[in-house]
């Protein structure tokens, strides 16, 4: 158990490097076997979900190695197609292996994913857009297994723009016969940085980042190289928590355009905020105020990952400020936390009415899941007295060194 103490009131200046995306990382990580070639992988954070990816790389007969924020993989030697299901429950993105198996092996056996319980996470979108190429999938007793002796191009429209099965299809396409056009594509810059990545495979694919994207087949290249894009919620992480303690903080090696809505919002709330290339400075004097209804969606959207951590910021803002939720069914699990430290939040459904308070008062919470243990975090710099988060691990799976970071901001914290 992971306990994070936190002595609000101190302001935080500086400047923070971000680290690379985790989001950006697993579906990169699944797709370096889609070819028997090496993949050198340039800032990869130091995660749980990371190292999770690698276990299943290695399972899968992959050399597969973390050093620093360099990975290394050698992806001649993929030898099995099943996952177990221990592998599986670590993460969500253990999911996306299952395009990545169909196209190198024409098959992948797995059970339903892990990670966050934000609600219902089905891969019926997945499942459907799969079976369109031609796979053949079969689920009983808690295994799904996906078959393809041949798969082909098709001109597939997701009903939804879901990250992962827009990620899952652009893997299983590679392998297709003739190109795949996806329609109602996810838009997400971890779309696009899976795109570029293809692309040093040898990929023919274009459009990743647009709502349209076309894959066309891989011509195989032994050796590849690809930089991480920084992590847009770790920056809007550091930028919340800045905003709410006060400070004068500098956020580098970031793309502002990815972040740009949870900016606006700050700005809205009393920031001053300036953008350059590659970083962002935040200044703020900690008196913030409520910026009216904040609505998640599908990027270019606000994203629901950085919705808790928002939240948290806006706690003691002056007025009031509603927050509607449409992308998961339980994204408010933060909120019974907050209320423990004095916080003035009302749910009704999917929407939450933040009223800001004077004071939060320093006590014990139990981080429940990533994103909702990292906005308790943020309202703990702002509480009075000492803030104790106790955590399974949670944080850990999205956050590199996030103690360290912030004690270099001039936050009080530790991690026990
Ligand atoms: C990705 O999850 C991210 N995870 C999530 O980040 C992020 O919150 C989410 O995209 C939305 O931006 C990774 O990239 C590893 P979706 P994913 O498929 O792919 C429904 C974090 O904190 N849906 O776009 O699972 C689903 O239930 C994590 O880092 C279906 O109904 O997201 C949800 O309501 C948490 N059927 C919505 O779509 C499906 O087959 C969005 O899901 C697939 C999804």
């Known amino acids: 158990m992971d306990l994070w103490h936190i002595r609000g009131g101190r302001r935080l200046d500086g400047v923070c490097c971000v680290q690379g995306s985790k989001n950006a990382s697993l579906p990169i990580l699944a ?48 030898t099995h197609s099943a996952i177990p299901h221990k592998l599986m429950l670590e993460m969500r993105s253990s999911v ?21 319980q934000l609600g219902k996470r089905p891969i019926d979108l997945h499942l459907s857009a799969l079976r369109q190429l031609g796979a053949e999938i079969e689920e009983s007793g808690g295994e799904i297994l996906c078959r393809a002796k041949h798969l082909k191009g098709a001109e597939i429209q997701l009903p939804f723009p879901s990250v992962g099965a827009t990620e899952n299809l652009m893997l299983a396409a590679t392998a297709a016969e003739g190109a795949t056009v996806i329609r109602g ?38 050796h590849t190289e690809h930089s991480i894009i920084a992590d847009r919620i770790v920056a809007s992480t550091i930028a919340c928590a800045a905003a709410a303690a006060g400070g004068d903080v ?34 703020s004097d900690g008196n913030l105020r409520a910026v009216g209804e904040i609505c998640t969606e599908p990027y270019p959207g606000f994203p629901t990952d950085a919705q808790p951590v928002l939240m948290a910021a806006l706690l003691k803002a002056r007025g009031r400020t509603l927050i509607r939720e449409t992308i998961f069914e339980n994204r408010f699990r933060q909120v019974p936390e907050l209320l423990r430290l004095g916080a003035d939040i009302e749910l009704c459904g999917q929407c939450a009415e933040i009223r800001g308070v004077e004071r ?9 899941d990533l994103r909702g243990g990292a906005a308790m975090l943020v309202a703990g710099l702002t509480a009075e007295g000492q803030t104790t988060v106790c955590d399974d691990g949670h944080i850990r799976r999205g956050y590199e060194s996030f103690d360290a970071r912030l004690r270099a901001l001039g936050a009080d914290i530790c991690l026990d």
Request: proline share 4%.
């Open 31 to 78: 797709a370096s076997i889609l070819s028997p070639s090496e993949s050198e992988l340039h800032n990869v954070p130091r995660l749980r979900d990371i190292d999770a990816a690698l276990r299943i790389l290695r399972h899968l007969g992959c050399e597969a190695e973390q050093r620093d924020n360099e990975v290394y993989i050698n992806a001649n030697g993929v």
């Open 96 to 116: 996306i292996f299952m395009g990545a198996l169909l196209a190198r092996c024409g098959e992948a056996r797995l059970s339903p994913p892990g990670g966050c």
């Open 185 to 222: 594509a996810a838009r997400e810059p971890e779309i696009a940085a899976l795109g570029d990545y293809l692309k040093t495979m040898g990929c023919k694919i274009s459009g990743a980042g647009t709502d349209t994207i076309t894959v066309g087949e891989m011509s195989y290249v032994n």
């Open 250 to 283: 500098e956020l580098r090696d970031v793309e502002p355009a990815h972040f740009s809505t949870v900016l606006h919002f700050l700005k809205q709330a009393g920031c001053d905020i300036m953008c350059q290339n590659r970083s962002v400075r935040l200044r």
């Open 360 to 368: 939060l008062h320093g006590t014990v919470l139990n981080a429940t």
